[in-house]
């Protein structure tokens, strides 16, 4: 996957609706039990000079079949220093045959410490196939920095298959872009998506996460053209996050929302911003985490 396409996914620093935030400390003191699979990805980056960006790639190839339920990212350096970061799975379709619903875990500016889906819900994932983990650093201070990031990925056997869908208000399988420019002269903007999705067969809702840039001042989820939710940024809850970024909490359905084949679904990105200011690269983009009653998502 270009990294240019996987922009969407800035995680957002986005973490997995059900996310729990804790310390750095307790984090890596963590027992797991034997019959977790575990994988740490760790990435070095050296002499990363001012205004540069660098992207770096790493895979490896799944040993066992599992379930992902856990994604524990730790950065040492500054954190500011992380764009993004996206780990995908390739799979051979999906609803817009690029291989949307491949992304499994994205970290960014917001910076969330840990991400765990609700039990008991894992991520499926087989053995043999490809783990990719991208991560794009960028260097907008005046010194030359270097730093580590990490990223320990757990598996869980016999958790039950739910699936991601993204949602952006523009449309990458419609134009191959998901940020979207708002124009000078303009101080209040929405954007819904281009395409809405369409549900390909009943499922419930398990969790949901979103994601807006600067000047985002609410996401909404949409169902038959009705409001199911909206969400409006919060304090982030860590410290050592970009204070330019946008927090979004993730959302947990319980009981799990009751959705039906032939749903649209779509979302609204509102911003509000200086009426002379000219704003390139607005986003408003969600995931949702639906449960297809134990099936594939017949996309």
Not at 154 to 168: F, W
Not at 236 to 257: M, W
Not at 263 to 283: H, Q, T, W
């Amino acid at each position: 996957m270009k990294s240019s396409t996987l922009v969407y996914f800035l995680a957002l620093g986005v973490v997995l609706a059900g996310f729990v935030v804790v310390s750095k400390n307790r984090v890596l003191q963590q027992e797991f039990r034997p019959e977790y699979f575990q994988h740490e990805f760790s990435v070095h980056f050296a002499d990363l000079l001012p205004g540069e960006d660098r992207y770096v790639n790493t895979t490896f190839s799944l040993p066992v079949d599992t379930f992902f339920t856990e994604f524990i990212p730790v950065m040492q350096g500054d954190t500011h220093l992380l764009h993004h970061g996206v780990l995908t799975y390739e799979v051979p379709d999906s609803y817009c045959s690029k291989k949307w619903h491949s992304i499994l875990y994205t970290v960014g500016s917001e910076f969330a410490m840990r991400s765990a889906l609700p039990v008991p819900y894992g991520l499926p994932v087989r053995q043999g196939k490809a783990i990719n983990l991208e991560l794009h650093f960028a260097n907008k201070g005046t010194t030359t920095e270097s730093g580590l990031f990490k990223l320990l990925v757990i598996g869980e056997k016999n958790r039950r298959p739910a699936y991601q869908q993204g949602l952006g208000a523009r449309d990458y399988c419609v134009e191959n872009r998901d940020e979207f420019d708002i124009p000078a002269g303009v101080s209040h903007f929405e954007r819904t998506m281009d395409r809405p999705f369409i549900m390909p067969r009943d499922g419930k809702l398990i969790a949901w996460r979103g994601h807006l840039h600067a000047y985002g001042t609410s996401l909404s989820f949409l169902r038959n053209g009705v409001e199911v939710f909206k969400q409006t940024p919060i304090q982030n809850p860590n410290e050592a996050a970009d204070p330019n970024s946008v927090y979004l909490p993730g959302k947990t359905f319980s009981p799990p929302l009751e959705l039906k084949k032939g749903d649209i679904f779509d979302v609204r990105a509102v911003y509000d911003k200086p009426n002379e200011l000219f704003y390139p690269g607005a986003m408003g983009n969600g995931i949702l985490v639906i449960d297809f009653g134990g099936l594939e998502p017949a996309w």
